[in-house]
């Protein structure tokens, strides 16, 4: 028996999203996503009718490219998202086949199809900014490679899942499996028997973790450890000052067993006192050591403590830890809570704690938040955001002591002798890094106490690398001009560049700085580097909080902020990447069409 005997021409017809009917098991192959329905030999549709499986499966096989399915399981979608004409090169759109929200690209005349949804905190990619094969998340600043879906700059740990695409008669194909896939993990190796090699890792962070990370996704085999002072495994720290009682599952990076199984070794609650980098040991404030055969310094830095009477009482709170969020989330609970500092940690917290401490007060040495990175009218704008809320802010002033009973400061007394009543504490004025276990070390630090590297990530001691906040490392974007920068992106960037060197697969830093912070739910981004900047131009209106701010310094923008601006920020931090320099007369052009936003 065979098709033809059976008494009628079985004809594949595309079902499209707005058409697809569940599978039946059957007549639907899901795998491919045709259904077949018998046509009389005359040309007319006849009644739909289940065929006998062996003759399915030969009409199925007449269709080129068909791939067999058991007769109740099926795991495949494909369905047709557009026509080829639909994209030109350079362009994406967002299609949806079984669920999955894609992110179709064309590039030179290829269509390649990855997952819709960045991997760092979910924002759609359809909003971001896609310069050739590469598209960077308007939220945050990850990207991904269109054609691999893997993750080329940070945040986020994951890549995208990838899907198939076929064209055929001028009609684009998408083929999606049954399970709803967001983020994809890279091949990771494991500890293999019998290397004896150990890289050791000073640090729980983004820049150790990333390094890790990148030596499993590299086949290393040796012995990989993590030394940290925290209680926790690596956590988003990112989320301490803006959601300070999350739950510590929601943050953990990486949970406990995903670092077991690729033989990450994390030892918690550990300090690194001193360095021999001649016997490559490390010393440990428990009186044990750790032999190493090469060395990521990726300590980060620490909350600089007030430096005034009274500053050493026991509800003056710094915030570093996961610990530290949570307790000064309790203390100010329905309390007097007074700030020092303006600058991004500061103000994330007066922000979250506006709606929740009996009264919030700012304390800052500038006119303005944020001053001297975002300049006066964000600035202006950000205190305006806050007052609608009930914050208090004392500008241009400083805390001249702390008064207090019994251990706890009750006031607290400005240089101009104002008087704030207060509960809590909570002092923001910037960090300090944390390298003073490398006195007496041959490993360089500068002025700053911040250790130098190369672009490389190289210190000046072979073997030894260093990351993150605690390194002060040549700036690409800015002439190779030497910088101290805490973001998290670029933690994550020198944890991966330092590990490709430890294996000797020579890699260069070449991230640009991208940066955000949020108040009351309103996100500014930040991308370059804007030290030294002479000059601001606004695009859109900062008052109406909806703008796009270029810094300038001479005749180049050297970095941008936006708000409500989306995905401008993302498409100049695009730019700085490919080594374009934007000039002060695009910034000031009515004509932002160099810039294609939508």
């Known amino acids: 028996m065979n098709i033809a005997t059976f008494g009628?021409?079985?004809?594949?017809?595309?079902?499209?999203?707005?058409?697809r009917r569940k599978c039946s098991g059957a007549q639907i192959c899901r795998r491919t996503c045709w259904t077949y329905r018998p046509v009389s030999l005359c040309g007319r549709t006849g009644r739909s009718h289940r065929l006998p499986r062996v003759l399915l499966q030969e009409a199925r096989q007449k269709h080129r490219g068909k791939m067999s399915v058991g007769p109740t399981q099926c795991d495949e979608v494909t369905e047709v998202v557009c026509l080829e004409s639909d994209l030109q090169d350079g362009q994406m759109k967002e299609v949806e086949v079984n669920d999955h929200k894609i992110v179709l690209v064309r590039n030179d005349g290829k269509f390649s199809a990855v997952g819709g949804l960045c991997t760092h905190y979910g924002a759609p990619l359809i909003k971001g900014a896609l310069v050739g094969n590469r598209v960077r998340c308007p939220w945050h600043g990850a990207c991904f490679n269109t054609t691999t879906g893997d993750i080329e700059e940070y945040p986020g740990l994951d890549s995208l899942p990838t899907y198939k695409v076929k064209v055929e008669d001028g009609k684009v194909y998408v083929t999606a499996g049954k399970q709803k896939m967001t983020k994809r993990v890279k091949e990771m190796s494991c500890r293999v028997p019998g290397v004896c090699h150990t890289v050791l890792l000073i640090g729980g962070g983004p820049a150790s973790l990333q390094c890790a990370e990148t030596l499993r996704q590299n086949n290393y085999g040796g012995r990989i450890i993590m030394v940290t002072k925290d209680e926790h495994l690596p956590l988003d720290k990112t989320k301490l000052s803006k959601a300070m009682n999350i739950e510590v599952e929601k943050i953990l990076l990486r949970p406990s067993d995903f670092l077991q199984q690729h033989g990450i070794?994390?030892?918690?609650?550990?300090?690194?006192?001193?360095?021999?980098?001649?016997?490559?040991?490390?010393?440990?404030?428990?009186?044990?050591?750790?032999?190493?055969?090469?060395?990521?310094?990726?300590?980060?830095?620490?909350?600089?403590?007030?430096?005034?009477?009274?500053?050493?009482?026991?509800?003056?709170?710094?915030?570093e830890?996961?610990?530290?969020?949570?307790?000064?989330?309790?203390?100010?609970?329905?309390?007097?809570?007074?700030?020092?500092?303006?600058?991004?940690?500061?103000?994330?917290?007066a922000a979250y704690l506006s709606d929740k401490a009996a009264s919030v007060a700012v304390v800052g040495k500038s006119k303005f938040p944020y001053q001297f990175s975002l300049g006066p009218d964000i600035g202006q704008m950000t205190m305006k955001m806050l007052e609608e809320k009930n914050v208090k802010f004392y500008m241009s002033s400083d805390v001249a002591e702390m008064r207090g009973v019994k251990g706890r400061v009750k006031e607290i007394v400005l240089q101009n002798g104002d008087v704030l009543p207060t509960d809590v504490v909570i002092v923001g004025i910037g960090v300090i890094p944390n390298s003073d276990f490398l006195k007496g070390s041959m490993v360089e630090v500068d002025s700053r106490n911040a250790v130098v590297v190369d672009k490389f990530m190289r210190t000046n001691i072979p073997d030894v690398f260093a990351a993150g906040d605690v390194a002060s490392f040549p700036l690409c974007i800015r002439e190779d001009k030497r910088v101290q920068i805490g973001h998290w992106q670029l933690a994550q960037a020198h944890g991966r560049v330092a590990a490709l060197n430890m294996l000797n697969k020579q890699t260069e830093l070449n991230s640009v700085p991208f940066f955000?912070?949020?108040?009351?739910?309103?996100?500014?981004?930040?991308?370059?580097?804007?030290?030294?900047?002479?000059?601001?131009?606004?695009?859109?209106?900062?008052?109406?909080r909806k703008f796009l701010a270029f810094y300038i310094k001479g005749d180049e923008v050297v970095a941008a902020a936006s708000l409500n601006f989306d995905p401008a920020?993302?498409?100049?931090?695009?730019?700085?990447?490919?080594?374009?320099?934007?000039?002060?007369?695009?910034?000031?052009?009515?004509?932002?069409?160099?810039?294609?936003?939508?």
């Open 516 to 544: 955000w912070t949020v108040l009351l739910g309103k996100s500014i981004r930040y991308t370059g580097y804007g030290e030294g900047y002479t000059d601001v131009v606004f695009k859109g209106n900062v008052d109406e």
């Open 8 to 19: 009628c021409q079985w004809q594949p017809q595309l079902l499209l999203n707005s058409t």
């Open 265 to 319: 070794e994390v030892l918690k609650e550990k300090e690194v006192v001193s360095v021999n980098t001649e016997a490559k040991t490390v010393a440990f404030n428990d009186g044990t050591s750790q032999h190493y055969d090469q060395l990521l310094i990726a300590t980060g830095a620490s909350a600089r403590a007030m430096q005034c009477p009274g500053a050493e009482m026991e509800n003056v709170k710094l915030l």
């Open 569 to 598: 920020v993302a498409k100049v931090a695009e730019i700085m990447a490919t080594g374009k320099k934007i000039t002060k007369s695009q910034a000031e052009s009515e004509d932002l069409g160099w810039l294609q936003l939508p």
């Open 321 to 349: 830890s996961y610990k530290d969020a949570a307790g000064i989330y309790q203390m100010s609970m329905g309390k007097k809570a007074v700030i020092i500092g303006t600058s991004f940690i500061g103000m994330e917290v």
